[in-house]
């Protein structure tokens, strides 16, 4: 009996490369407010904190926030319709491990986003289902939403396995009592990887870590 039953993907950072276009757009509309939002400055308050990074905007309201918001989505959006990335070694990998264990994806991504992305990767076919942002109610770094997916495939969490990117991500993993890959993600500021069962480069790695999970008693 192996130690592993089931498989948990991050999506944005870890599938695709779509934080670029993220990243882009909040810059863009910060320059054109005189704030300079930098690499490390982004990851500090999207990927560690969580947070807007419009809340650096001082003396803005919550409404003003949220037309920020409004906007920036709609100019990330026009980027996701010019084309998404799949990461180097993604669909490899999901090819090798598909039929090996069931497979689904956790991420935080709005559905809008997320079915804009997919339909144009294909990924899909290789997961059971998608756990989006708004189908569970903590975010990460909550265990919430690797618990509620493990529930969905009636597995014992500390029989899963999590590929994440990000601290934050991490975190949420472990929380639920699961191991868990990273693959470092390039706007990542310092992340506290610590935790992390395994790190690795690209996705061409994990098949022969689930291997390995796969023989274990």
């Known amino acids: ?32 407010r005189g704030i300079e939002l930098d690499h490390e400055t ?12 419009f ?5 803005s309201t919550e409404a003003e926030r949220e037309a920020l918001r409004d906007e920036r989505n709609r100019r990330y959006e026009r980027a996701l319709r010019s ?13 090798e491990l598909h039929g090996r264990l069931p497979m689904a994806v956790v991420t935080s991504a709005y559905p809008d986003h997320f ?31 690797y618990l509620d997916a493990a529930t969905k ?33 390039p706007f990542a500021s310092a992340p506290d990887l610590s935790a992390a069962s395994y790190i690795v480069e690209t996705a061409s790695e994990i098949p022969a870590i689930v291997s390995g999970l796969l023989r274990e008693k």
């Open 55 to 59: 809340e650096m905007i001082e003396g």
């Open 153 to 185: 495939l009636g597995v014992d969490p500390a029989r899963c396995l999590v590929v994440e990117d990000s601290e934050r991500g991490l975190v949420s993993a472990v929380a639920a009592g699961m191991r868990c890959i990273v693959v470092p993600n």
């Open 42 to 53: 982004f990851a500090e308050w999207s990927l560690r904190r969580g947070r807007s990074v």
């Open 83 to 95: 084309g998404v990335d799949v990461f180097d070694g993604v669909e490899a990998c999901l090819q």
């Open 1 to 32: 009996m192996s130690v592993i039953d089931a498989i948990f993907w991050d999506n944005d950072g870890v599938l695709v490369d779509t934080e670029k276009h993220f990243y882009a757009a909040n810059r863009e509309l910060l320059a054109e």
């Open 115 to 145: 079915e804009m992305i997919h339909a144009q990767t294909g990924l899909m076919r290789y997961f059971e289902f998608a756990l989006r942002g708004g189908d569970y109610a903590r975010h990460k770094p909550h265990p919430d939403p």
